[in-house]
């Protein structure tokens, strides 16, 4: 079935350095989202993003964060600068439209470790 | 406050047995409700859905939504070792496209 990619798996960077966690969502789909979880426990809504623009953000997406999708390629979270707070798991979803019965689909995950 | 919330925090069920899991929402506007299950070093995969009073049936699998009392819940009867996970109740508003996660369900089930 459709499968939303996410690259890296695993990244580690120091604090203060800027990351990008890139994700690939399913080819069809035009809503796209990033959600935190912490230690295995509560996923926290970070964004979503439609037709190239930031439709609604948590309190969690701080000044540091920003999400695009340049010309139909990977979608993507930018943290600059890095905090150790930030270490935690991002998913990505995507779902093919607002309304009606479909489920984002999540991707399996970028584990970020800020040392 | 969270604005889903479930419990309990973790069961543990024996194989065979029957897995219930509850989760209420604390505004009304919420009006779509699912189940996500995740597995440990995946992503959240959407179990079921369920928009209407009443229950949902599929395969093992049933939900009930009561929307008066703001009350969704996920039984899993014939529970099997595969079906251990983490459970979450998602919710989503009308013309509103943010998934509201409550904080989860550590399922356990033992052969």
């Known amino acids: 079935g459709p499968k939303v990619l996410q690259i890296p798996s695993h990244q580690i960077i120091d604090m203060g350095q800027m990351v990008t966690l890139n994700c690939d969502p399913v080819?069809?789909?035009?809503?796209f989202y990033w959600y935190k979880q912490i230690l295995g426990q509560q996923m926290e809504f970070l964004v979503n993003f439609y037709n190239g623009k930031v439709m609604e953000k948590s309190k969690l997406f701080k000044d540091q964060f920003s999400v695009e999708r340049p010309d139909g390629s990977y979608f993507t979270l930018k943290i600059q600068p890095t905090a150790l707070e930030d270490s935690a798991v991002y998913f990505c979803?995507?779902?093919?439209?607002?309304?009606?019965?479909?489920?984002?689909?999540f991707g399996e995950g970028t584990r970020l470790s800020v040392l | 406050q969270q604005k889903v919330q479930q419990s309990p925090e973790s069961l543990s069920v024996p194989e065979g047995g029957m897995a219930s899991l509850n989760c209420t929402s604390s505004?009304?506007?919420?009006?779509y409700f699912w189940w996500y299950r995740q597995h440990s070093g995946e992503g959240p995969k959407a179990l079921m859905?369920?928009?209407?009073?009443g229950d949902k049936k599929e395969g093992r699998f049933t939900a009930h939504l009561n929307k008066a009392s703001l009350h969704v819940s996920l039984h899993i009867r014939d529970s099997q070792p595969s079906d251990s996970a983490l459970y979450f109740c998602?919710?989503?508003?009308?013309?509103?496209?943010?998934?509201?996660f409550g904080s989860g369900t550590k399922l356990t089930v033992e052969p």
């Open positions: 979803a995507s779902s093919p439209s607002v309304l009606g019965d479909q489920a984002p689909l």
């Open positions: 505004d009304r506007n919420f009006q």
């Open positions: 080819s069809n789909h035009l809503y």
């Open positions: 998602a919710a989503r508003m009308s013309n509103y496209n943010v998934l509201y």
């Open positions: 859905s369920i928009f209407s009073d």
